[in-house]
């Protein structure tokens, strides 16, 4: 959906809490008219916020673009308040990085979606340090359909879990969070009836979806301050550990830690994660399947440490 020229962004009203005065305006899009709909320095009753709040499709309420760094310091605000659970924070963090991810993901400057996703992925590193158990919960939302940004986010908040099973410092863990948020990205250049076919794909089909590693890399390779680790991330997430995966059929260490990463989080989404033809398996299950039938695939230290991640957040959010 074109958003006026850029003039607004989305928002997911479920980042707003209720008594809670905003620092910028809210508008709400009725037949394509931007209508205001909370000044700034107002606020929503708990009714009216919860009765919206199962409403909220993401395609209803914006803020003026002008005021994207206000509502990036509400979100923060939000984050560092002690009268808020961590299970809520996760909630308000995971909603409004969705709404952000939406509009990157639509826009046509790749460049620029790039760098304004690094304030997001430095979000979630700074909320995993700050929470012990906010990684859990951010994993616990995660899975619930499986629309392109959804996917994409969902895999970058399981691979920061996993790079920090791992012990990746900060910097590595932004990195990490950028490269695994655009391993897709190449799927830009994939026709669109191939990405939504519900059946499966004919071998010339298969053929074009096989080369989004290489259409995503010629993508970043255009981006002045890309580095050799997020091209390698989206390169090589279809690699196997056993040899026999694509586009360079990579063994084992031959394959960047990235890419061994995104491929194990990217899996694992797209087995938990409710899709048009299938129905979603448990994390547990998922992970086993991929420790017992697919191992070869996958880097077994990794695996393991996914297993300790799904242990933590079981015991956090029991």
Known sequence: MEIDEGKFFRIRLS???????TDFKIYLLIDGHFVLYLRAGDKLSDAKIGLLHGRDSGNSFFVRVEDRETYRQWVRSEMNSETINSLDKAKILRESALAIMEDLFEN???????????PIINDFVTFMGREPEGMSYLISLSGHDFYTYNHSLDVSIYALGLGAAL???PANLEELGVASLFHDIGKRSVNLDILCKKGPLS????TQMKQHPQFGLI???????MSDAIKAACYE??????????PQQLVGNEIHP???????????????TQRSYNSPM?????VTMMKEKLAGRYDPDMLKALYSVLFKMKKDTA
């Open 15 to 21: 980042t707003i809490r209720a008594d809670k005065v």
């Open 108 to 118: 046509p400057d790749v460049n620029k979606a790039l760098d304004d996703s690094r």
């Open 167 to 169: 012990s990746f410092s």
């Open 203 to 206: 071998d010339d089909e298969w």
């Open 219 to 225: 993508i970043l390779d255009q981006h002045p301050n």
């Open 237 to 246: 997430h279809h690699e196997s550990f056993a040899g026999n995966g694509y």
């Open 258 to 272: 990235y890419g061994r990463i995104v491929a194990i989080t990217d899996t694992y989404d797209a087995m938990t």
């Open 282 to 286: 448990s994390p547990f299950d998922a």
